[in-house]
């Protein structure tokens, strides 16, 4: 099992470009074993975890690394994400946040679901795509905290 962040390691690579996609790495049992993530398929480069393992534990293995590189479409370009309800109440519901991308810090606050960006927005660091991903998901986590 992926014990902690040592024991994984992912980046992006080819950013902006066709060919963009997560390269990764993962310790199991002691031994290093990489890869690259696009398309949700993994693409093992050598040695492959086959060579040391059997079927099913290479299964268990890609679901494990799904689950980490997808996240279940959680914040997947964001680490470190907090956010909290700064006013509750009838008339009004709002949330700061605060999340790391790419080692640079960037927060904001949802007012009644709109999200108001401080400045630098992270637009530069991500696609449109993916900076509309990530501004649902910021969305979604601050309604799941109303009470």
């Known amino acids: ?19 963009e996609r ?4 993962i310790l199991l049992d002691g031994k290093e074993y990489r890869g ?6 993994i693409q093992w480069m050598h040695p492959h ?30 680490d470190d994400v907090e956010i909290e309800s700064v006013m509750k ?8 946040f605060k999340l790391n991308i790419g ?12 999200l108001h960006w401080y400045r630098p927005d992270p637009l530069d660091k991500l696609s449109e795509e993916e900076f509309e991903e990530l501004k649902q998901n910021l969305r979604d986590q601050a309604e799941g905290q109303k009470e």
């Open 1 to 19: 099992m992926v014990k902690d962040n040592k024991d994984f390691d992912v980046k992006t690579i080819f950013k902006g470009r066709p060919h």
């Open 22 to 25: 997560q390269q990764f790495s």
């Open 36 to 41: 690259h993530y696009t398309d949700n398929e």
């Open 49 to 78: 975890p086959i060579q040391d393992v059997d079927q099913d534990q290479v299964d268990w293995l890609e679901k494990e690394l799904h689950q980490l590189l997808e996240g279940d479409k959680k914040l997947q370009h964001a």
């Open 89 to 96: 109440g009838p008339a009004h519901v709002s949330h700061y």
């Open 103 to 114: 080692g640079e810090i960037f927060r904001g606050m949802i007012f009644n679901g709109v």
